[in-house]
């Protein structure tokens, strides 16, 4: 099979390395890609969030199976495009990516469902909002409805903290993401990632994983895109995630088909868990980034058997092959990440890095020039490995963080330690 993956980060590097291994993959094309995909498969410079040149790339290259890695082309509506041309594509249509693409919608669901999540508000002008606010709790949660590059959240300790967040949104901070607002009940617990496969119907989960949203130790500091992350999540037992799926997951993807918008691709639910009982944070409608490479890592070449049996609606025939085993990924970001910090960094010390069936270091924001690597985003490289056990695993990534020589670079250093204690 020819197989095209769209996007450009650690996600989509993991996803082709999984691809890669699987004898049934005949020719990996990933676009845009980066300095470390390259390595593996062929890279495309087209623009992916474009439907006439994903169809015509797709068409003048015989491609068998489209696998979509972020939100954006997604919420364009790529997928659509594709199916109508025929072609067999890994990632819900754009009626479904509303489950990630505006938050109002996903909790309308939830409502409709009966899914346990956080009381909500959904606003479209500042003065009902803060009419609203006035008689809540605080801290409270602020969030744009639409997609802001996971930016869009804001977690208020105080009334004038949360109206402030609100004149923002409504005053244009995330652009037409802000034009409606959602204000949310705070909930405490520990967050888990739940990842599930569906094609419409059927629903196979396919592993857990708990991500580093801060960028500091101890969870401290601004959110990022993710620091690092580590599957499976232990505080995700076999009893939540049961009761995650009954009460959240399965009833969400029956809603969807019914509503005549049924849901193909990975559903990722945020969980928040407190008491034993999940309730849904957010659903994303992709992989998650970092946590994908965690999920790469321990499943390997059936991701793609399994990704096109979604896509083609066989995944009541699949099922998803577990090792008894553990994966941690450390990310190392430029300097100064999330906020401002430079571009163009050399990056040293790959031959130093162990590669093997226990270690891959993904790449995230690298490009080669000049046949050096350079870094060219905030989040650049992601030291994943394997193994018995998570502290294995760990002592492995960071074995490989230390190889490689990047000054202008940083990571956490406390990845796993809620489950390592
Ligand atoms: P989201 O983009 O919806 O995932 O929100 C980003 C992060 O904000 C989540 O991963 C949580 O850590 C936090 N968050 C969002 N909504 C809530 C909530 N209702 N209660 C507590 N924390 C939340
Ligand atoms: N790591 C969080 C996300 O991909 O949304």
Not at 120 to 141: C, E
């Amino acid at each position: 099979m020819n197989i095209l993956i769209l996007g450009s980060g650690g996600r989509e590097h993991a996803l082709a390395w999984a691809v890669m291994q699987n004898p049934k993959c005949d020719k990996l094309i990933v676009a845009p890609g980066n300095a470390g995909i390259a390595l593996i498969a062929d890279c495309a410079g087209f623009d992916i969030n474009h439907g006439g040149q994903v169809v015509n790339f797709v068409e003048e290259n015989s491609i068998d199976l489209v696998i979509v890695g972020p939100e954006a082309p997604l919420a364009a509506g790529i997928t659509d495009r594709l199916r109508d041309a025929g072609v067999s594509v890994f990632g819900p249509s754009q009626a479904a990516a509303a489950l990630e693409a505006s938050k109002a919608f996903t909790k309308e669901i939830c409502e409709a469902v009966g899914a346990p999540t956080a009381a909500y508000g959904h606003f479209t002008d500042a003065s009902s909002a803060k009419r609203y606010l006035a008689d809540q709790p605080m801290p409270i949660v602020i969030k744009a409805d639409g997609l802001a590059a996971g930016k869009g959240v804001v977690i208020a300790q105080t009334l004038s903290e949360a109206e402030a967040s609100i004149d923002d949104m409504f005053g244009g901070m995330f652009g037409d993401a802000g034009a409606e607002v959602v204000i949310e009940e705070f909930m405490e617990g520990e967050e888990a990632s739940f990842f599930v496969l569906c094609d419409g119907e059927t629903v196979l989960p396919m592993g857990t994983a708990q991500d580093h949203k801060r960028v500091g130790e101890g969870d401290t500091g601004p959110n990022t895109g993710g620091m690092g992350a580590y599957s499976p999540a232990p505080v995700l037992t076999d009893a939540i995630a049961q009761r995650a799926l009954d009460e959240i997951i399965r009833p969400t993807v029956a809603e969807m088909a019914r509503r005549g918008t049924p849901y193909q691709g990975v559903l990722y639910a945020g969980l928040m868990i407190k008491d034993g009982a999940p309730r849904l944070v957010e659903y994303n409608v992709r992989f998650g980034d970092p946590e994908c490479q965690v999920l790469m890592m321990r499943l390997g070449a059936q991701v793609m058997d399994l990704l096109h049996a979604a896509a083609d609606g066989r995944l009541s025939e699949a099922r998803v092959n577990w090792a008894d085993d553990h994966a941690m990924t450390v990310v190392l970001a430029a300097k100064g990440y999330p906020g401002e910090y430079a571009k163009g960094s050399v990056i040293r010390g790959f031959d130093k890095v162990p590669a093997d069936s226990h270690n891959m270091l993904f790449h995230a924001g690298t490009a080669e020039v000049d046949g050096q690597v350079v870094a060219v985003g905030g989040r650049v490289l992601n030291a994943t490995a394997r193994g018995a056990t998570l502290a294995e695993a760990q002592a492995r990534a960071y074995a490989m963080v230390d190889a490689v020589d990047w000054p202008e670079g940083f990571c956490r250093r406390d990845i796993g330690w809620r489950a390592l204690g």
